[in-house]
């Protein structure tokens, strides 16, 4: 535990649970800004879209930070890209984003240029004064292919990429910090930051949408708002949500 509040810095309040359900969870109960609530084995972590999310002891790094975003409310859209900017941040130049804030890397166990999922993100906004973001952050670091939950994901490990647990997680904290600072600071500029990261601009992709529908496409933008631009045989539409699949060439 002092390592982590070591990590971690002055600035953050770290709580370390030994196992969690949900991290997120825990975080929002009795919620205050920069506090960090750590699991070493999460059991019913929540995705994007409702998915489930669980890690095996010691394998991954789960954690969910109560950040105070600073921005108004049209601006909060926005958040979950910035998480994602700064987990890729940490991770280094291997890193880019799935549209919104998957974090993606490429390596060895992944094949020649594939990139695979390696941190899954979720944002959640708590209604108090001022609101308040809880962003549970789960990044697979030393899982092995049996122990990695769906074929499209993969573990820092397994991509050539290990790292210590303890120093990630500082690394994670300080950049989620500075991109946070950043956003705050200009609001309308820090999608160009995202943009240089993105692993969906200009690949065609489609996106399942809400309802059992989904589109196909080019993707040409992403505004500054955080919606995704997609050129589609109907015209140009502007997504605020949905599940991006990039397609290979013939797809």
Avoid at 14 to 41: F, K, R, Y
Avoid at 122 to 145: F, H, K, M, S
Avoid at 212 to 241: E, K, M, N, Q, Y
Wanted: proline share 7%; glycine share 10%; net charge negative.
């Amino acid at each position: 535990m002092a390592r982590l509040q070591e990590a971690a810095g002055p600035a953050w309040r770290v709580t370390l649970h030994v196992e969690a359900g949900s991290t997120n969870a825990l975080a929002s109960v009795e919620p205050a800004a920069q506090h960090v609530v750590v699991a070493d084995h999460q059991q019913a972590g929540r995705g994007r879209l409702d998915r489930a999310w669980v890690t095996p002891p010691g394998a991954a790094l789960t954690f969910s930070a109560v950040c105070d975003p600073g921005v108004d409310t049209a601006w909060w859209p926005v958040v979950p890209l910035v998480a994602g900017y700064a987990v890729a941040r940490a991770i280094g130049e291997v890193a880019t984003l799935k549209w919104p804030n998957d974090v993606l890397v490429a390596g060895p166990s992944s094949g020649s240029g594939h990139r695979r999922k390696v941190c899954g993100i979720l944002v959640e906004r708590l209604n108090t004064q001022p609101p308040l973001a809880v962003i549970g952050i789960g990044i697979n670091v030393d899982q092995t292919d049996a122990e990695l939950p769906v074929p499209t994901a993969t573990s820092l490990a397994l991509a050539g990429r290990p790292v210590d647990r303890t120093e990630l997680f500082g690394d994670v904290l300080r950049h989620l910090r500075e991109s946070l600072d950043t956003f705050a600071a200009s609001p309308a500029g820090f999608v160009d930051h995202y943009r240089a990261r993105s692993a969906t601009l200009g690949e065609r992709v489609r996106v399942d949408l809400p309802g059992d529908r989904s589109i196909t496409g080019r993707v040409v933008d992403v505004d500054a708002h955080g919606g995704l631009v997609v050129d589609t045989d109907d015209g140009t539409l502007t997504l605020s949500a949905g599940d991006v699949v990039h397609l290979r060439p013939g797809e």
